[in-house]
């Protein structure tokens, strides 16, 4: 099969790690029969240097026209750089926004796993982590605090910025139904994350969760308040299987839930919709500090390139081939710097993707 | 002096801990002269269950008559309780949001401090923590998403709930400064948290902030995402000295910031406003399971009375004389059963009242 992947490398180690993912594609390509084309589009920081802006409406619409879409990481310093003198609404964040909103992504998933090779990086004691873990976060991503009206405004002299959280049944019901489906390809298991002691689209949100929920009978639901979950992830993460909740909830949790891990440079994640198009792009961001020094991890990168063999494409097998490929790398004592440790052997990015490249 | 405290026991473990914490008070009086009287106030469940709602207008004016306010937890088992079967307004956390808006008490002090002797308690890594970590979070209480404008409407036969988040200038100056001159009196330093890269509100919010940091050069100011802070919460807790904060980022990083301290029946807390008036209780909840049962940690409300003392009634001497004896009972070996570690005496809710008073 031939499938076109709109590659948007973005800023910062952005380049580095999508050519890495792109080598590790091209090799399964070849082993399975696959054409993998590749459209180059501009997002981020490299956009607004060329276009004045983060995302145009052209390489929105040249996106949209591909099987699926890579992206490495948008932004930079937000102290040092010009892309953050110029309107909000241009700024590299602002194309990450609106690729999500454009292409209708409402669906990301972030796995938050320990990887028994590396269970040395993660920041708990080992005696909550025995046995290790992996959940995911589900997070809605096209709705709430992200996506409402917003304005500054004066009002007798004094400056006042509003912005608004909503969400209505279909947005919930579409994300919940996700949720569910990964639960049962999983432990079966689903905690709703919401403020519903306060929040009226909380409210909404856990009722809509419990009459999604009865289509489900296998899957055992639980409801959480977000402040507690948020100590949760940090006593005893080993009690998750999916984590559905809202945007900005999702945003903070999820990344708590990733450093926990002590792995972000290994943590993948996709963002889908109602078509097979999805985004893949590593959880973490465009670490402008070691840009171009062939020192980011491109692991992250390859296991999202693997979830879009697996969920844009269908390609269950090819998808296995990758990350066993990235467990045998690690099993061989191969580690970038961000995972180093005694005894094992540190390597760069380049050689990093050659070595899952060998391994496929 | 003589000063009239309200006393609020609240619901689950509310009335032990409180009657802990009115024994130390009690002990102070009689050491240095003072009289505390106490008016026995309702809030939360204990109010439904006689008033049909969580806190009556009669009650917050009487609390509003008094010196100060100490609060032992409200609301119970959500899943059971005939507390959560009324109308949101009515129910126990309203109670709380009620009294906080009512009182003026926009700024809220939660300490997260490691306890030398409790260090074994903390779910991080020792190399993470070694020296310790104190730091504050000062979470702005009684504006944004909590008291917003919500409703929940019919549009074309679909169900849609909206929030509103608004913050104005005013209401960010004067958390802002209250964190700038907590500041001082610490180590300088102010770490503002917010989603600038998304929210209006949090693009003046760092923009008042700097202002607000004019006044203050000696404090050294950062900016931190709010989804990055929840990683280095984890990551290096050290790091912090005041973390500066917006009410629904605040809530959700002061309880991550408790349990990495491990110590969550230790944590105190002081809601304060343009008075000296202030609201002072545990950071922790009401634990119904294990309510009446002599069992819960009360020093994290002695604590709390200790900041009351400090913050409302100027009593310095006083407050470092419950805050010393706290670290004596440790010190000697003493523990609740939340915090219990082998080789140490396993003691009751009263027994733990009792020999922290008797170090007065
Ligand atoms: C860059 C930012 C707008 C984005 C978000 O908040 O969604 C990022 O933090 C993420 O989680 O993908
Ligand atoms: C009970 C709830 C409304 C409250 C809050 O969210 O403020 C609590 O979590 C807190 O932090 O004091």
């Known amino acids: 099969m031939n499938y076109k992947i709109a590659s948007i490398a973005g800023d910062g180690i ?86 999500r909103k454009g292409l209708g992504l409402y669906a990301n998933i972030r796995p938050a796993i320990l990887f028994d090779e590396l269970s040395g ?75 519903a002691n306060v929040l009226d689209s909380s409210r909404l949100w856990r009722k809509v969760v419990k009459e999604v929920a009865k289509d489900y009978p296998e899957v055992e639901l639980t409801d959480m308040l977000v402040d507690n979950c948020a100590m949760q992830l940090v006593r005893d993460p080993k009690q ?9 909830f999702g945003d903070i949790l999820s990344d708590e839930a990733s450093m926990v891990t002590g792995s972000i440079g290994m943590l993948s994640s996709a963002s889908l919709g109602a078509t097979k198009l999805g985004l893949y792009e590593p959880s973490h961001g465009s670490a402008p500090d070691i840009a171009g020094q062939n020192k980011a991890n491109p692991i992250a990168t390859i296991l999202s390139a693997a979830m879009m063999l697996r969920y844009s494409f269908d390609l269950e097998e090819e998808a296995d081939a990758v990350e066993n490929a990235v467990k045998q790398v690690l099993k061989d004592g191969y580690r970038t710097v961000d995972i180093m440790a005694e005894g094992k052997t540190c390597v760069g990015t380049t050689e990093m993707g050659d070595l899952i490249a060998e391994r496929i």
Request: with cysteine; net charge negative.
């Open 121 to 195: 990086a993660c920041p708990l004691k080992p005696e909550l982590t025995e046995g290790g873990f992996d959940f995911v976060v589900m997070r809605e991503l096209t709705g709430g605090l992200y996506f409402g009206e917003r304005k500054t405004i004066e009002e007798n002299g004094v400056t006042k910025a509003i912005d608004t959280l909503s969400y209505d049944e279909n947005e919930i019901r579409r994300i919940a139904k996700w949720g569910f489906d990964v639960a049962m390809k999983r432990n079966k298991k689903v905690c709703s994350v919401d403020k």
């Open 14 to 99: 952005g380049p580095e790690i999508v050519r890495e993912a792109r080598k590790v594609l091209d090799k399964i390509g070849q082993k399975y029969g696959h054409t993998f084309e590749y459209e180059e589009l501009l997002m981020g920081g490299c956009s607004i240097d060329v276009y004045g802006e983060s995302l145009t409406d052209e390489t929105l619409e040249k996106a949209k026209a591909c099987d699926s879409i890579l992206l490495g990481a948008v932004g930079g310093n937000v102290g040092q750089s010009n892309w953050y003198q110029i309107e909000p609404s241009k700024r590299p964040e602002a194309g990450l926004l609106k690729i």
């Open 240 to 248: 998750f299987d999916v984590i559905l909740t809202e945007n900005m």
